[in-house]
T-cell receptor, first 116, second 116 residues
């Protein structure tokens, strides 16, 4: 149980375009999902917390107009990187918290974004 | 705490030896700690957790030790195997951290390299 999927696993896009990444909880409901970014050989940095049916909470320094988050259902959150630039190239990872379990977060497999 | 821009330290061990990976956490208000394993190109995988009212917890081949006095966490892996090769992150959350249990703060990570 507690499987989180992400789609796509890899994406290459041109500078200036937008790309959408999906995060799904497959066998549980998640009122809260989290989006992280990870650069090579670095740790995970929380970008934003996504709550179902409400606006996301962004961490300091993360541009909310550039990284659009939508959490429309208890099993799906999306991250859209708008007007992507090469410096946005990174590994984006989502996690989800099961409504039935207070502390645990289950992580997705990640999405490798390359902006050319 | 959050360490941005640091290269990952590496722990090299022989197959069959015991491994000890250390982590210094940042906030004395944290009351829940987790160890994650991350293989290349994948999302973090939960290994073991511990609450602040404990100082030791054992799982299968893994033990987590918590020293709140010096804000130190360690992960011990018994009889290390080649499949244990990965990057290991500690994470802290909860207590009176901003965002409470909505915020996982990841440590810098340690690369474990297991040699046959």
């Amino acid at each position: 149980g507690a499987v989180v999927s992400q789609h796509p696993s890899r994406v290459i896009c041109k500078s200036g375009t937008s790309v959408k990444i999906e995060c799904r909880s497959l066998d549980f409901q998640a009122t809260t999902m989290f989006w992280y970014r990870q650069f090579p050989k670095q740790s995970l940095m929380l970008m934003a917390t996504s709550n179902e049916g409400s606006k996301a909470t962004y961490e300091q320094g993360v541009e909310k107009d550039k990284f659009l988050i939508n959490h429309a259902s208890l099993t799906l959150s999306t991250l859209t990187v708008t007007s992507a630039h090469p410096e946005d190239s990174s590994f984006y990872i989502c996690s989800a918290r099961d409504v039935a379990r207070r502390y645990e977060q289950y992580f997705g497999p990640g999405t490798r974004l390359t902006v050319t | 705490g959050e360490n941005v821009g640091l290269h990952l330290p590496t722990l090299s061990v022989q197959e069959g030896d015991n491994s000890i990976i250390n982590c210094a956490y940042s906030n004395s208000a944290s009351d829940y700690f987790i160890w994650y394993k991350q293989e290349s190109g994948k999302g973090p995988q939960f290994i073991i957790d511990i609450r602040s009212n404990m100082d030791k917890r054992q799982g299968q081949r893994v033990t987590v030790l918590l020293n709140k006095t010096v804000k130190h966490l360690s992960l011990q892996i018994a009889a290390t195997q080649p499949g244990d090769s990965a990057v290991y992150f500690c994470a802290e959350t909860g207590g009176t951290l901003p965002g409470g249990y909505n915020k996982l703060i990841f440590g810098a990570g340690t690369r474990l390299a297991v040699h046959p």
